[in-house]
């Protein structure tokens, strides 16, 4: 699921650099990105892969 979340961040993340918005500086594109990292670093970790429950 978070690997789904980092991807869509990333997508946003571009669409912001490469249409050239201006945004404040909470939204800007390197901030964005970084979310998607940290989504995709708690995925890769383990954390929000699946509903699987542990024995």
């Known amino acids: 699921m978070l690997g789904?979340?980092?991807a869509v961040l990333f997508f946003v993340s571009f669409?912001?650099?490469a249409a050239?918005?201006?945004t404040n500086d909470v939204f800007s594109s390197t901030?964005?990105?970084l979310l998607?990292?940290?989504a995709?670093?708690?995925h890769v970790a383990g954390i929000g892969s699946g509903w699987a429950r542990r024995r």
């Open 40 to 42: 995709l670093a708690l």
């Open 15 to 17: 669409l912001i650099n």
């Open 31 to 33: 901030n964005v990105m």
């Open 20 to 22: 050239d918005v201006s």
């Open 4 to 6: 789904i979340v980092a």
């Open 36 to 38: 998607g990292l940290t």
